[in-house]
């Protein structure tokens, strides 16, 4: 069983940076694949960024390459999500999502263990 905790999320302005981070609990969160999510107003939830346990690759949907990046500490049991050049197109509730399997699958069903989101709102 796992918990998950966003924070970090905020309103910037367009062009402006923030860190977003999950707090999880548990004493296999090394062995967890992790990923953020993200929803908008009427929209579905949709992948943002994945780490893969086994050897740390990460993985991004294209709209977020080279502005998002992701990146776990299993030290302190967290992973952030470092978020910069951030547009209007960003603003969504984000959420930290674990789940067991080797890959990142970008299918929000196929994660087992969800945070409550964290909102971001970027200004034009």
């Known amino acids: 069983q796992v918990q998950l905790v966003e924070s970090g999320g905020g309103l910037v302005q367009a062009g402006g940076s923030l860190r977003l981070s999950c707090a999880a609990s548990?004493?296999?969160?090394?062995?967890?694949?992790m990923a953020w999510f993200r929803q908008a107003p009427g929209k579905e939830r949709e992948f943002v960024a994945g780490?893969?346990?086994?050897?740390?690759?990460?993985y991004y949907t294209d709209s977020v390459k080279g502005r998002f990046t992701i990146s776990r500490d299993n030290a302190k049991n967290r992973v952030y999500l470092q978020m910069t050049s951030l547009k209007p197109e960003d603003t969504a509730v984000y959420y930290c999502?674990?789940?067991?399997?080797?890959?990142?699958?970008?299918?929000?069903?196929?994660?087992?263990?969800w945070g409550q989101g964290t909102q971001v709102t970027v200004s034009s």
């Open positions: 999502a674990a789940d067991r399997g080797m890959v990142v699958v970008r299918i929000p069903q196929r994660y087992a263990y």
């Open positions: 548990g004493r296999t969160f090394s062995t967890y694949t």
């Open positions: 780490i893969r346990w086994s050897d740390d690759n990460t």
